[in-house]
Nanobody, 115 residues
Framework: QVQLVESGGGLAQPGESLRLSCAASENINNFYNMGWHRQAPGKQRELVATITRSGSTSYTDSVQARFTISRDNAKNTVYLQMNSLKPEDTAVYYC?????????WGQGTQVTVTS
């Protein structure tokens, strides 16, 4: 059974940084695309960043130049480095892995940005 386990969330002040990790229970090259999504209270889940098997990345406009997604194939882990955090980044962050036959999700990790 595929498992994606997020970690690294927590409380931060505006302008600070956090790094999220997503550890997969199998080789992450088995996923053709991995990404981070987030869901704020009362809002729909939105795509934040993705990274392909080849390492190509994409970001939603609101996090461009602040967030960086990366992968460590040796550790089967995907990261989301979040810099210059804003209160509007507060959400539960979910790791996602895509295979041809479906999506896999982690349980989520809370990120709260407040002064």
């Amino acid at each position: 059974q595929v498992q994606l386990v997020e970690s690294g969330g927590g409380l931060a002040q505006p302008g600070e940084s956090l790094r999220l990790s997503c550890a997969a229970s199998e080789n992450i090259n088995n996923f053709y695309n991995m990404g981070w999504h987030r869901q704020a209270p009362g809002k729909q889940r939105e795509l934040v960043a993705t990274i392909t098997r080849s390492g190509s990345t994409s970001y939603t406009d609101s996090v461009q130049a602040r967030f960086t997604i990366s992968r460590d194939n040796a550790k089967n882990t995907v990261y989301l480095q979040m810099n210059s955090l804003k209160p509007e980044d507060t959400a539960v962050y979910y790791c996602n892995g895509k295979k041809v036959w479906g999506d896999y999700w982690g349980q989520g990790t809370q990120v709260t940005v407040t002064s």
